[in-house]
């Protein structure tokens, strides 16, 4: 049985910083690449960033660029979301996913967490 499992997710002024985590849990089958994703509510679920098995590849939405960064620590089944300069347009639940290869769309991947809140206020 397969399991991710997201934390870190929080209340946060604009501009501040959180960092979520997840980590995997079971066996995941050919499952090279992880991904976060949100979902705010009305909305569709988006893709934030990717990263490679190796953590070579790395590939971030235009919106999160330059403020995210994703990263993962494979011997603690780990992969993080580091998160700085929110913005209250950043507030949306939070997922972990994992899959095949980096992909922007959610049909792409394999396994989900539960999701993890994140709320930026003004």
């Known amino acids: 049985q397969v399991q991710l499992e997201e934390s870190g997710g929080g209340l946060v002024q604009a501009g501040g910083s959180l960092r979520l985590s997840c980590v995997a849990s079971?066996?995941?089958?050919?499952?090279?690449?992880m991904a976060w994703f949100r979902q705010a509510p009305g909305k569709e679920r988006e893709f934030v960033a990717g990263i490679s098995w190796s953590g070579g590849i790395t590939h971030y939405a235009d919106s999160v660029k330059g403020r995210f960064t994703i990263s993962r620590d494979n011997a603690k089944n780990t992969v993080y979301l580091q998160m700085n300069t929110l913005k209250p347009e950043d507030t949306a639940v939070y997922y972990c996913?994992?899959?095949?290869?980096?992909?922007?769309?959610?049909?792409?991947?394999?396994?989900w967490g539960h999701g993890t809140q994140v709320t930026v206020s003004s």
């Open positions: 996913a994992a899959g095949w290869s980096v992909r922007v769309q959610p049909v792409m991947y394999d396994y």
């Open positions: 079971g066996r995941i089958l050919s499952s090279n690449a």
